[in-house]
């Protein structure tokens, strides 16, 4: 049987692996991106679960709207005011499957067979994978250390013209670097793209999970011409098992996702979400996100000790101050994977930093995830890896 | 901002639409295709949700691998076994988020832009809807009482030649219309299907509301050589709510898929497949369907009742012997579009018949799903529109 073309961009099967690696027993894994399942509210996710299906359980079993329970939009729409500042409309949220969902439609809704999309390298391959299911030409941007480098966005905008037909960024506690944009280059970006007609997804889903007091104001903060689809999600803050997320759009926008949404799946699970809208308004979930980003920066500190004193010098990382993953960088002429199968010899499991990357060109860079771990198993594992690394680096 | 081409051929609502007429209050709806909410075990499904949670929390919350849950794909490999004899492992099963999303990726695994898909006429629109989203060029073929007319089918396949990459066929129940493929011509058409290197997808979805004593042989049941891809889902049987169904491909097929699923949404819910295979495991799902499908079938037999004594002679049908839908064919200069204005205008809605062929060349016909309404909703409700049947038709 012949399959579509776009099959043959998706051969690369690094990301169903890497969901593999974690799964494996008495693995001390840093390959996760995920929260802490210790963390997950089980008693009052259950209690949410029990109250919809008393209260509004013929509901919550039948097909919901395309666009997602009327509720949870509300709730939505009125996180993003509260918390960022940005003002969409309750018809300007739809509920997706998970994020994932929503950068595959936003694939399918700009993509035509061999339209540029730029973005960040390296970059979330989850996303990488959406895009290349359209078949998609992937152009990389560098990043400094204040976000995407606005002079290599005009050198591709100027070389590829029309043919740049979205721009995929994730401005804060990137996946997998860890690192933010500044609030300044933020503005310069949206001042600067406002001159182009191309559509800008804003991947927020490590947004909330901030170890400063102040969230950083997200793109679409700063948009006027509604030129940015801002993509949240419970998965990172909450749990992922729900798949509950949401894309924000403005409505000439919107109208055509509900299309796509429909298409794909008729819509998203009526009981999650009234379970999720039962949980945000019986329950205080900045509360247990302040709770569990306070856990994380704990872990990533403990990670940071032990990187400090047990790696050598080489291996280089920024802070990150928010997020999962801390980025670890080994010098050019080294190969992750070459430490990655040592690593797991001796049951230590990390991506390699290559895997970041669509074509494949860097791979002397890892990354750490430091939520998934006991401090324990952070100290263990870490030290096992330092271990790895003198060892791999002195060769 | 430009919109990928595909955006053209999705610009037909009428699914959309279908789906909002239901939720208008005090309206008498024909026009869904679900079970009855009535019918949802909600206290069974509390327990098995409550189960899950206090047993298998931090997993239920967590990501579940692309696959979906072992036992659940297990337990549906047993099923298929038990119910239709046919013979798939547990990793030639994919948990879906509806079938929709399996009809999603079917056409995303074999169409490029202006491939040819085969179906019946009428179909049913949602799976017009994930095909035009990949552009593919729909080739209707027409249908008699015993199934898809093979010689229809052996021309398409002479014309198009090479661009056929896909069958997509409903051989039980069939949305729109009602009507099953008789044994015979199942057989027939797969022997004669497999001289040709087409794949074939079998949508199940009706299958299990059965009005007789023993089901029907799916399709897959004669394929021999993994052509036939079967789509079942919970959908009908049990609830749509949780949005869970599968899709059975031989292991050739199935690794490309999960790289589809994958990029699509990571996973389905881990908690609400759980939650099923926690009920399948508990409760018996048999005996919950042989009691909707006798309440489905008396509720057929009540609309069959008005029809017959409050319709003109000119209304026809042909009796379906399980699933959910009447389809009416009026005289063939008749609008069911201007009959729906009217109903609509005395609170009664049900889906024109022309919202099922995608090239809308007939229009003399009408859906009416008998699952959703009570005895006397259907007796109000239908008299209602045999009398403006009776007015337009004398017009």
Chains 1, 2 share one sequence.
């Not at 944009?181 to 600067?192: D, H, N, P, V, Y």
């Not at 060109?361 to 952070?378: A, D, G």
Request: glycine content about 6%.
């Amino acid at each position: 049987m012949k399959f579509a073309s776009r099959m043959e961009c998706l051969q690369d099967k690094a990301l169903l692996n890497a969901m593999e690696l974690t799964e494996t027993a008495d693995m001390i894994s840093f390959s996760a991106g995920f929260p802490s399942p210790e963390t997950y509210p089980v008693e009052d996710i259950k209690e949410s679960f029990i109250q919809v299906l008393d209260h509004e359980g013929k509901e919550a079993l039948s097909y919901c709207s395309t666009s997602g329970y009327g509720k949870l939009r509300e709730l939505i729409a009125e996180r993003m005011r509260d918390k960022f500042d940005v003002d969409y409309g309750t018809d300007e949220v739809v509920i997706t499957s998970g994020s994932q969902q929503a950068l595959d439609m936003s694939s399918m809704l700009f993509i035509n067979k061999g339209d540029v999309v730029l973005f960040e390298t390296p970059s979330y391959l989850g996303a990488v994978n959406a895009l290349r299911a359209y078949e998609a030409e992937l152009v990389a941007l560098p990043t400094d250390y204040e976000g995407l480098v606005l002079d290599s966005l005009k050198e591709a905008l100027d070389k590829y013209g029309e043919r740049v037909k979205l721009i995929y960024v994730i401005p804060d506690f990137q996946n997998p670097t860890g690192r933010s944009w500044s609030t300044e280059r933020r503005k310069e970006f949206i001042e600067f793209i406002s001159a182009y007609d191309v559509p800008v997804i804003e991947d927020a889903a490590y947004s909330e999970l901030c170890f400063e007091d102040r969230l950083m104001p997200p793109l679409s903060y700063y948009d006027k011409k509604g030129q940015v689809v801002y993509v949240g999600t419970f998965s990172k803050t909450f749990c992922p098992g729900l798949r509950v997320a949401w894309l924000c759009a403005r409505k000439n926008l919107m109208e055509n996702y509900l299309i796509l949404k429909n298409a794909a799946d008729l819509s998203s699970s009526a009981i999650a979400q009234r379970q999720m809208a039962n949980y945000l308004q019986n329950h205080d979930l900045d509360a247990h996100i302040k709770w569990i980003t306070g856990l994380y920066q704990e872990r990533r500190d403990r990670m940071m000790e032990v990187i400090d004193r047990e790696f050598p010098k080489e291996a280089c990382y920024v802070v990150p101050r928010g997020g999962l993953f801390i980025w670890l960088e080994l010098p050019e002429d080294k190969d992750s994977r070459e430490l990655l199968r040592r690593a797991l010899a001796e049951k230590v499991a990390f991506i390699p930093g290559g895997s970041f990357y669509p074509s494949g060109v860097k791979n002397n860079e890892l990354r750490l995830n430091f939520s998934n771990m006991s401090y324990e198993e952070i100290e263990k594992g870490m030290t096992i890896l330092g271990r790895l690394t003198r060892e791999y680096l002195a060769e």
